[in-house]
């Protein structure tokens, strides 16, 4: 054998060693197919061939109305690997409400409330599922036309009563339901910040500032029984984020210091009467309990890239421990709870100008699977409702909903 047989021999088996083979399978076959930003060849059965340097690759498979596919996948050395993809058809974005602001579960799973796209009308919307799986909304206004100023709307567990919050202080709303007439609006406080109804209809937790000072408020639903439970200026903490566990017995508190380092997460529980830290990390922002009350998930100013929102979000046990990221860029307002141990969350792509919905399971290392995207305003609240059959967002052109397939 000759010494230049030899030399390609020998080029042939290192070329050889140095790359994948890959044949990758998409349906349907009219998609987009890329890897590492690069367009690839598909044929008409949807079936692709090429050869990558050993490593990861990024996979992304596209169409009009289906949900995209993108997967990093570690490629060996001198192996042939196939790979097979089928989209998923984008569920169908119903369109509760144009306009429509506040959203809010209702009294029953099969229930919503918001305000109307006027700003002068409480409404309730009752869902259901047709037999082809198309969502069916029938809506009532369950207050007079006559509602204005509302900056935010907090519910009674029963939904019989709200606070609204305006520029001119806090006034309690009695909804009266077969009364529109004698419905009532009065001034409930003034001076308060953020503002949490317990879930058992015990007590309204607010944060208070008359003259500078710094108090937790537990209050009836008239406030007129007020009980100062925590001087909130000995802990440093100043006009927090609050939040109940469902269970009624935990208080989340964040505070919302100048200075973000400070702004860590406590626990007040209500029957040791305590306050104490469960996360010493600073730069929280929001926090909601999962349905048993064991879990927390986080929202932590992060700055990350520029083309997510600021926040990323996490999850621990309810006393601070077992903290792992989620690797999800959203806030909680994004975020709602499938299972004590899975969520639903929306994370916005400013250079995609879509919102992607989520569902990640944190008990497993599978990676999140994206079930919905839409092109939309960035997501500001997402809820379930009909027992988790349908997702329900709010953004600035209004409340959608599509079937949590």
């Known amino acids: 054998m000759s010494l230049a047989v030899v030399v390609v021999a020998i080029f042939g088996l290192v070329w050889f060693l140095n790359r994948s083979f890959v044949t990758i399978t998409i349906s349907p076959a009219a998609a987009k197919l890329t890897v590492d930003n690069a367009p690839l060849s598909v044929n008409r059965r949807g079936v692709a061939k090429t050869t990558l340097s050993p490593g990861v690759h ?36 119903f369109n509760v409400e144009s306009g429509a602001s506040f959203l809010s579960a209702g009294k029953n799973s099969n229930e919503i409330v918001y305000l109307d796209s006027t ?35 907090v519910w009674s567990p029963s939904k019989d009563l709200a606070l609204f919050k305006k520029n001119d202080g806090v006034y309690l709303f009695d909804f009266q339901k077969y009364d529109f007439v004698n419905q009532t609006e009065n001034l409930w406080g003034g001076d308060i910040g953020d503002i949490a109804w317990a879930p058992d209809n015990s007590k309204i937790a607010y944060f208070n500032n ?10 009836n639903a008239a406030n007129t029984e007020k009980t100062r439970v925590v001087n909130l200026a000995d802990f440093g903490i100043d006009n927090p984020f609050l939040a109940w566990s469902p269970d009624s017995q935990y208080l989340i508190l964040i505070p919302r210091n100048q200075d973000y380092a400070t702004n860590k997460i406590y626990l007040y529980d209500v029957y ?10 600073g730069n929280q922002i929001s926090a909601v309990f999962s349905p048993d009350s064991s879990k927390i998930i986080y ?84 809820l379930l409702a009909l027992d988790n059959n349908v997702a329900l967002y709010e953004n600035a052109d209004g409340v959608f909903a599509f079937e949590l397939q």
């Open 58 to 93: 990024t996979i992304k498979i596209e169409a009009e109305n289906f949900l995209s596919v993108s997967r990093d996948v570690n490629f060996k050395r001198g192996r042939k690997n196939s790979l097979s993809f089928t989209l998923e058809v984008k569920p169908e974005i």
């Open 119 to 153: 700003g002068t009308t409480l409404m309730r919307a009752t869902l259901s599922l047709s037999d082809d799986k198309k969502i069916i909304v029938t809506k009532d206004p369950i207050t007079s036309s006559r509602l204005s100023g509302i900056n935010q709307i």
């Open 272 to 281: 040791a009467g305590s306050l104490k830290t469960v996360s010493d990390i």
């Open 299 to 382: 929202s932590t100013y992060s700055k990350g890239t520029g083309d997510t929102d600021p926040y990323i979000i996490s999850v621990m046990n309810r006393d601070g421990s077992n903290q792992k990221s989620l690797d999800i860029r959203t806030s909680t307002d994004g975020v709602a709870w499938i299972t004590n141990n899975s969520i639903l969350a929306a994370q916005y792509s400013r250079s995609g100008n879509n919102e992607l919905f989520f569902t990640q399971d944190f008990t497993s290392n599978t990676e999140p699977e994206t079930i919905q995207s839409i092109e939309s305003k960035i997501v500001n609240h997402v």
């Open 210 to 219: 008359p003259g500078g000072e710094k108090s937790l408020i537990f209050a």
